[in-house]
């Protein structure tokens, strides 16, 4: 999956506190594997999706979330929590908006930075197709 390209008058949050751009762009990465993931919440600001598959007990397996909170947004991701490894080679600059074990927190937009959380995103969905989560 390519990355949404943000315009450069697009890459700071609006003055008032808000990116929609940034969710945007956050959403289309679990966007991308929609046809494996139960969409449970797919609103302005907030996002969640479970794997289709459920886990041994019968119930859903949370895979991400984007939630809006003021300035900050916050992208939850819970391959990288089942599969810590995945987190090991992480730049410095993905490694700062790590809030706990698995959550990223966003107050603005850097292509580079979304590439790399791109590709997390999908070795943790290859790695949950791996083990029969996805």
């Known amino acids: ?30 966007l991308a594997y929609r046809s494996e993931l139960s969409v449970m919440h797919d609103e302005d600001g907030h996002f969640y999706a479970n794997c289709r598959k459920l886990d041994t007990k019968g119930k859903a397996q949370f895979f991400g979330a984007i939630k ?4 900050k947004r916050s992208f939850h991701f819970m ?8 987190l090991c080679d992480l ?4 490694k700062k908006q790590m809030q706990g074990k698995s959550c990223f927190s966003f107050t ?24 029969g989560k996805l």
């Open 1 to 30: 999956m390519k990355m949404p390209r943000l315009p450069a008058t697009q890459m700071e949050p609006a003055s008032d506190g808000t990116s929609p751009e940034l969710f945007a762009a956050l959403r289309e990465l679990l």
């Open 68 to 71: 809006v909170s003021g300035r």
């Open 79 to 86: 391959p990288v929590y089942d599969f810590p490894e995945l």
């Open 91 to 94: 730049s410095p600059a993905l």
């Open 108 to 131: 603005s937009s850097d292509p580079a930075v979304l590439e790399e959380l791109q590709h997390l995103v999908q070795q943790g969905a290859s790695r949950y197709k791996a083990v």
